[in-house]
């Protein structure tokens, strides 16, 4: 089962920018927050993950609450091109496993 | 940069018969999955796979299922007699070490037909 939720849809207008939050209110202090996105039938691909602190790269910051039960990814400046379901994951235990729930599908408008 | 690629693209097989997906995962990554997702549904995890054996799996990974590395750069999944529910994309992934903190990246999929 999923330990995470997420809002079915989002919009958002291209250029400004879209926070897509997720709940994960179960997680262990030792698990991870994986951000993964899927444009329509293509691989997921990967955007970022984090433990305890706020995380950025080049395609995306992730802001962790200080008691880890929710987390939001932030596209700084979306495009069309990131019109996609995105999925918030914690790992299984073991590490070997991910687990897609419904996402969130996010529609970026002109 | 590195990237996982399969092979076939698009895969139909009729009812019945045996048909392998190959992946070639990212060179240095030493963990292997295979996943897949039914038209509309969910992505769902099927098996991972380290030093050669299986370290975890669905229950969908029945015994129709089987996957290997034949040698140092393939990964592959067997699906001995294909059902009609089978048709799904088959997506391959691979990490580096496990998912405490290791990136897991997912080729682009092998979209299957069985008619």
């Known amino acids: 089962d999923a330990k995470t939720t997420q809002p079915t849809s989002m919009d958002c207008a291209e250029g400004r920018a879209a926070n897509l939050p997720c709940n994960h209110s179960?997680?262990?202090?030792?698990?991870?927050v994986y951000w993964y996105r899927q444009i329509h039938s293509q691989g997921p691909q990967y955007i970022i993950h984090g433990l305890k602190n706020n995380e950025t790269n080049e395609m995306a910051s992730l802001i962790i609450t200080e008691d880890r039960k929710s987390s939001t990814l932030i596209l700084p400046h979306a495009t069309l091109r990131d019109t996609a379901v995105y999925y918030c994951i914690a790992p299984n235990n073991a590490g070997n496993m991910l687990t897609f729930g419904g996402g969130t599908r996010l529609m970026v408008k002109p | 940069e590195p990237e996982v690629t399969q092979t076939p693209s698009h895969q139909v097989t009729q009812m019945g018969q045996e048909v392998i997906l190959r992946c070639v995962p990212i060179?240095?990554?030493?963990?292997f999955y295979w996943y897949r997702q039914i038209l509309g549904q969910k992505v769902e995890f099927l098996v991972s796979?380290?030093?050669?054996?299986?370290?975890?799996k669905s229950e969908i990974f029945d015994d129709q299922f089987s996957v290997e590395r034949p040698d140092g750069s393939n990964f592959t999944l067997k699906i001995r007699s294909t059902k009609l529910e089978d048709s799904a994309m088959y997506f391959c992934?691979?990490?580096?070490?496990?998912?405490?903190?290791?990136?897991?990246?997912f080729g682009p999929g092998t979209r299957l037909t069985v008619t």
């Open positions: 179960t997680i262990s202090g030792n698990e991870y």
């Open positions: 796979f380290y030093n050669n054996e299986i370290s975890e």
């Open positions: 992934a691979s990490s580096e070490a496990l998912l405490w903190g290791h990136e897991q990246y």
């Open positions: 060179s240095n990554h030493l963990y």
